[in-house]
Each structure stands twice: as structure tokens, then as C-alpha cells.
């Protein structure tokens, strides 16, 4: 009779452990579909207004650029399979657009602050408007911790500011 107590205690156990575990991947997993609710809003009203203003065919990829004033970029190709660039102010109005060969990409944008600013890790760029002309910024951690960011210009890769040490 102990033996089936403990084998029923056990049981209760084991179930009660994996309630708990789907109750807390449940959670997660609702905070997490709010809180990206306003990236994939913003990715998808970018989308919307680059279509108005250009034949988007295919979207690549989606940049949220906040530096003087926020802005969106997708990077993309149109139906002659040319890649574009779409730069879309907050505010929706003034789109600019870009043919993707005309400019850096993001690996080129990386590769400048790595062969520039060597020992730091990048952690991420965003390409959007900066001083009125396209610009990638691009984020790194150096090997103390600390944020560096390096915005480069779109159309011809020089470094137009560095904030450091952050």
C-alpha cells in the first residue's frame, strides 16, 4: 500500500510540475506576442506605404532607425528584381527611395565599423535618415561593455559620427 502512495504522490507531482510549466510558457509566450506587436505593426505599415510608392515585390528586410527622428527602411527588390531601398519617415510623408546598388548594404555598412573599429563586437544596424541623407547606424559593444554607435552614410560609406563609449 506505501508503494502505490508513493507512486500516486509522484504522479501528482509530475502532473502538478507540468501544469506549472505550460501555465509559464503560456505567459511568456502571450507577453511576448505583445510586446513585438509594434514591431510587426510598424514592418507592416512600412510595407503598405513602400508598395504605394514603388513596385515592392519582395521585402528582404525591415530596419527601425530612431536617431534626430524615427523612421522605417525596407530593403527589398521590385518586379524587375532590381534592389531597392525605401526610406519612410514616421510621419509617412517624404519616402525616399534608393536603388540598393547606388549605396552600401548592411554587410558593407559592418564591415567598415569592424575593419574601422576593431575589438568590438557589432550587435546590430538600422538604416534610415540622418541630417536629411540616408544613413546606417550601426551598433557595437566594445570589451568593456560599453555601446559604441557609427553612423555611416548610405551612398558613400564614410563615417559621419561616432557616439562612444556609452
Do not use: C
Amino acid at each position: 500500500m506505501k508503494t502505490k502512495d508513493k507512486e500516486h504522490r509522484r504522479v501528482v507531482i509530475l502532473l502538478s510540475a507540468i501544469t506549472v510549466l505550460l501555465v509559464v510558457i503560456l505567459f511568456a509566450s502571450i507577453f511576448y506576442l505583445r510586446s513585438s506587436r509594434p514591431m510587426r505593426q510598424a514592418r507592416n505599415e512600412a510595407i503598405e506605404i513602400a508598395e504605394r510608392y514603388t513596385d515592392l515585390a519582395e521585402v528582404e528586410q525591415f530596419y527601425w532607425f530612431t536617431r534626430e527622428e524615427t523612421s522605417f527602411s525596407i530593403v527589398g527588390k521590385d518586379t524587375n528584381n532590381n534592389e531597392i531601398v525605401v526610406i519612410i519617415p514616421k510621419s509617412g510623408e517624404k519616402v525616399s527611395v534608393f536603388n540598393q546598388a547606388d549605396g552600401l548594404t548592411e554587410a558593407q555598412a559592418k564591415a567598415f565599423v569592424r575593419d574601422n573599429h576593431q575589438g568590438q563586437e557589432i550587435q546590430k544596424a538600422a538604416l534610415g535618415i540622418f541630417e536629411g541623407e540616408p544613413t546606417w547606424e550601426v551598433m557595437t559593444k566594445d570589451g568593456e561593455g560599453r555601446l559604441n554607435y557609427y553612423l555611416i552614410g548610405f551612398k558613400d560609406g564614410e563615417e559621419i559620427k561616432a557616439i562612444t563609449e556609452l
